[in-house]
């Protein structure tokens, strides 16, 4: 549960930073699906469906765009979603390495409070 704390602090510490970017690439998807329901005459909820299901490129297949405009809106939520997921990928690393040398100064520190030694 230790390792989880000192990975999720560093994770969110991390998403903090970059928060501006993850805002803006959720409004131009926001504005696509706007666009998408505007060109396609679909429900709103079912356009943000629509990018956003293209976005994490899962794509189920149940709603497709119908015209030019929207297959090329649809692929700009793709590009944003491969953005998007490299974000978050990019964080979990550099948090998941920032806990693992966190817990490795810990148990260090440990280990000299009980002067053991590993050699």
Same mark, same amino acid.
């Given at each position: ?7 999720? @602090? ?50 189920? @297949? ?18 944003? @979603? ?38």
């Amino acid at each position: 549960m230790r390792d989880f704390i000192f990975f999720a @602090g560093h994770f969110f510490s991390h998403l903090h930073f970059v928060r501006g970017v993850f805002l803006t690439l959720l409004l131009f998807l926001l504005a696509l699906a706007l666009i998408i329901s505007l060109i396609d005459d679909i429900s709103l909820a079912d356009a943000l469906y629509l990018v956003f299901i293209t976005a994490l490129t899962v794509g189920y @297949g149940d709603l497709t765009p119908s015209s030019g405009a929207t297959r090329i809106a649809c692929v700009l939520a793709g590009f944003v @979603g491969v953005i998007f997921v490299g974000l978050v990928v990019a964080a979990s690393t550099r948090a998941l390495r920032e806990a693992y040398e966190e817990k490795k100064a810990f148990l260090e520190r440990e280990r000299q409070k009980t002067g053991r030694s590993d050699t």
